[in-house]
């Protein structure tokens, strides 16, 4: 998803530039030209796909659309999704807070092969994070015989969806924090332990409110991407209804029975969500640049 | 590596610092606690969600002889996907890195209404869940969609087409290149543009020999993060590309049918290929973002 685009910090630090001078700009007429055509290339792309799936969702009024959200196979797949979410937030937010520590307060050797490593599930396509797990858990895979004597479900089952979600999402907090707590260097650090706090005091007291925003951003983007991750919950899930379905498979799946309208007014909670998360962003991204 | 060996960091010495922060830094040591138990932590759990999974890609097509994977990956219906997923990509690239560069020019340089909500806008498919982005695209670019409507009569099919493939790709790669582009536009020394004018260079020659070759390789790494994403993409792309064998299956979509006809050799030799491919474009991704830093004197 973000790829290696600069994450929060380093953005909201390069937005203070100089306004354009006479000398620094081009002829009206080239200026409206390229606005235009910038404004033009994302309304058809960016914006009538979003009005889409709203216009959709209730094209046949507030009660169909309330309707084909109340549906029982629905909300087992809303409550799956929130539950798949809430366990590969936890623990990539748990991971992204260690790894931060490690690669941002110390030198080391190899740190930037680790960096690599860990932005690596940003370069592998959806489809392949599935199929890794399926190739180890599935019926022929190396612990299948294994888990299938012990009656271990791994594939076509909740694990094996919060493992997918869980490599898709593997970056998501670790690489907001990392590029902010090495701008932040480690000198009150260094002042917390010398006056006598522990590691911990001086992670709770001292590196955490520093990074909070930072963090938050991150949790949201990863909470964005475990919710709608579609590819690599696809290969592991089974689409069993009622039991395995998340919100974007549910959506498939009614999309592929004609039930356009079911499958727009599902749509169109994560579409929300995406909303909210860019609106999140904007926010903390005025909160880093006013405490900086 | 694992959580319940006793780990390095436990061990602290009359100075507070670890035996492994000793070994480390020979020179320089850290007062601040903690690096032992967790950089153990990380490479514990990159191991065994990012590093074993996908190890085991690679221990599986060993399975294969080589002969046998050459003919699964060189197969018609493999490589017409291959090139499907990167000849498309590489246009929807093409395609975002001029159409980035216009944007993230005209929200950097200029002023117009509205200008923040558009400069949020841009990071729609980075929070759009893929799905979503694609039943909406099938439906805009559909013959009785909103845009589809106004391209039939010109006998222009999209949906259920390559076309749509190419459409869908542009779409989730289109914030790389205005993200990457941004803040090194934004750093940019106003004196720089100065300095050629006074020389007497007009605004067309200071853009393309003063600004481009500064911006080039930010240009080049949006470029290619957008390749790389969209070689991937799966769920923003079946459900507009009519998923014709040969002429509209992509390969990760190939990569689904293997598998659900429980032909895992084949599924697991098309995904190296992909995987392989995916580690070549980050290596370029590295260089060039080194380049980028080096040019534009960031550390």
Known sequence: MAGAVAPLARRARASQS?????????????????????LAFLGIFLVLPLVTVFVQAFSRGVMPYLDALTDPDAVAAIRLTLLVAAISVALNLAFGLVAAWSIAKFEFPGKSVLITLIDLPFSVSPVISGLVFVLLFGAQGFFGAWLQAHDIRIIFALPGIVLATLLVTFPFVARELIPLMQEQGTQEEEAAVSLGASGLQTFFRVTLPNVKWALLYGVLLCNARAMGEFGAVAVVSGHIRGETNTMPLHIEILYNEYQFMAAFAVASLLALLALVTLIAKVVLERFVEAER | MSIATPTIGDHLDSRGTTSLDRRLFRRRRSVIP?????????????ALIVLIPLGGL?????????????????????????????????????????????VGWA?????????????????????????????????????NGWLGGLLAPLGIKVAFTPLGILIALIFIGLPFVVRTLQPVLEDLDSEIEEAAATLGANRWQTITRVIAPIVLPSLLTGFALAFARAVGEYGSVIFIAGN????????????????????????????????????IILFAINRLQRWSAARTGQA
């Open chain 2, 244 to 279: 014709l064998p040969n002429v509209s299956e992509i390969a990760p979509l190939l990569i689904v049918i293997r598998l659900e006809e429980f032909k895992y050799a084949d599924a697991t030799a098309i995904a190296v290929v992909m995987l392989l491919a995916s580690f």
């Open chain 2, 34 to 46: 903690g690096f032992g138990i967790t950089l153990g932590l990380t490479l514990t759990w990159l």
């Open chain 2, 58 to 102: 690679f221990l599986k097509t060993a399975e294969l002889s080589p002969s046998e994977f050459w003919s699964i990956v060189t197969g018609t219906r493999a490589l017409n996907a291959f090139k499907i997923s990167f000849g498309l990509s590489l246009v929807a690239a093409i395609v975002n890195l001029f159409f980035g560069a216009l």
């Open chain 1, 18 to 38: 100089a306004g354009p001078r006479a000398i620094r700009s081009e002829p009206a007429v080239v200026r409206w030209l390229v606005i235009g055509v910038s």
């Open chain 2, 107 to 143: 929200l950097v340089r200029y002023d117009f209404p509205g200008k923040r909500m558009v400069d949020a806008l841009i990071d729609i498919p980075f929070a759009l869940p893929t799905a979503v982005a694609g039943i909406a695209l099938t439906t805009l670019f559909a013959e």
